[in-house]
């Protein structure tokens, strides 16, 4: 099998981490990834928060009901949309969507745990996490990004559903 195909398939939530640290030309590397995601109309709204600090984390473990992995992450990449334009108010969440994926499965090349955390529509997230991080009203938090190097193995989760699969008509 190819190494993309490869990382698509072994890609796995991870939420247990090593104390190794990520370094800065790693996170960038991740960042860079991100912004090569499509975007409607190449509006590319993506703007991003570098976290390192365990008291941010610790803020947003309070307010965030399925963060609990923050207690050994290393890093969290809070993904924030740019609201700026109808365009970007549209496909914001698609085009964050792609992004984070591809953060996602960068960082699995690289060797680095990570696990989506979802914030966006919730409004409550929204408004607790533009709060802990200063994030301006015409910005959206769309969702964190926790990142380490991992402490636990998970296994190919065999997804594929032929039955999911529809040909020519439903
Ligand atoms: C929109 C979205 C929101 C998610 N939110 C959380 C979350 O808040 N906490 C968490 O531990 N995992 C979260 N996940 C991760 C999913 O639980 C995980 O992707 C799913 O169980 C499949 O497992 P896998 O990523 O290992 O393939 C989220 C994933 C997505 C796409």
């Not at 709060?131 to 296994?155: H, K, Q, T």
Request: with cysteine; glycine share 4%.
């Amino acid at each position: 099998m190819n190494e993309t195909l490869n990382i698509i398939f072994t890609r796995r939530s991870i939420r247990a981490y090593t104390d190794k640290q990520i370094d800065d030309a790693t996170i960038e590397t991740l960042l860079k990834a991100g912004m090569y995601a499509p975007s409607a109309k190449n509006n590319q709204p993506w703007h991003f928060i570098v976290v390192r600090s365990k008291d941010t984390m610790n803020k947003i473990m309070k307010v965030h009901p399925y963060s609990r992995m923050l207690r050994t992450a290393n890093v969290v990449i809070v993904v924030c949309a740019g609201q700026t334009s109808e365009i970007q108010k549209m496909f914001f969440p698609q085009d964050l969507g792609a992004c984070t994926e591809n953060i996602l499965l960068a960082a699995t090349s690289l060797g680095i745990g990570s696990v989506w955390l979802g914030v966006y529509p919730s409004s409550d997230r929204v408004k607790e996490l533009a709060d802990i991080c200063d994030i301006p009203n015409d910005v959206v938090p769309f969702g964190l990004i926790s990142l380490g190097y991992p402490a636990e193995e998970r296994p190919d989760p065999n997804r594929y559903d032929a039955s999911r699969v529809h040909t020519e008509k439903w």
